[in-house]
T-cell receptor
């Protein structure tokens, strides 16, 4: 049972480079999320997708774009990485929005130099 | 913005003791959830308690919710070394699908 799978696990980028974080879930969940976790800040929502075909901004969307490729996959793209985007990124999914438990991936540790 | 705030920020107890963590939030909620995060890992769901519930149990975990005080507590009984982790409360914002809002967490250390 894979659950939520994120790739890559670690990444170092130079300022201005772009990259896409991949996320896939195999639980047939409708809702998917991207969070970032910074020291002392807890998790903050970047973007979410309530269901296939929809995406919406969360608390901290600037500098990011997302694509809900299909029901399984939800990717996060950094078009021009900045040092402020150094963080640990978590993808999560839930069956039906926030009224059901969320399952998290193992995270991507991103460093922008 | 942080909806939930956990208290204390850090807690160190002896194995076998009970650990209590508190969470306060600011706006009306439909449900409140507790998650555990082991160092370097993703979050793991522990309990979801709905706004019309006052108490919920799961194994050694007990969660209470007081909507009049906008607060919740997580009690871990008979703690074990494996309970060492960070614990987060998370609330919905009432919108239904727009993600959870997390507190900053309580870092729990169980001393053997």
């Amino acid at each position: 049972n894979a659950g939520v799978t994120q790739t890559p696990k670690f990444q170092v980028l130079k300022t201005g480079q772009s990259m896409t974080l991949q996320c896939a879930q195999d639980m047939n969940h409708n809702s998917m999320y991207w969070y970032r976790q910074d020291p002392g800040m807890g998790l903050r929502l970047i973007y979410y997708s309530a269901s296939e075909g929809t995406t919406d901004k969360g608390e901290v969307p600037n500098g990011y774009n997302v694509s809900r490729l299909n029901k399984r996959e939800f990717s996060l793209r950094l078009e021009s990485a900045a040092p402020s985007q150094t963080s640990v990124y978590f993808c999560a999914s839930s069956l039906f929005g926030v009224n059901t438990e969320a399952f998290f991936g193992q995270g991507t540790r991103l460093t922008v130099v | 913005s942080q909806q939930g705030e956990e208290d204390p920020q850090a807690l160190s107890i002896q194995e076998g003791e009970n650990a209590t963590m508190n969470c306060s939030y600011k706006t009306s909620i439909n449900n409140l959830q507790w998650y555990r995060q082991n160092s370097g890992r993703g979050l793991v769901h522990l309990i979801l308690i709905r706004s019309n519930e006052r108490e919920k149990h799961s194994g050694r975990l007990r969660v209470t919710l007081d909507t009049s005080k906008k607060s919740s507590s997580l009690l871990i009984t008979a703690s074990r070394a494996a309970d060492t982790a960070s614990y987060f409360c998370a609330t919905d914002t009432g919108g239904g699908a727009d993600g959870l809002t997390f507190g900053k967490g309580t870092h729990l250390i169980i001393q053997p």
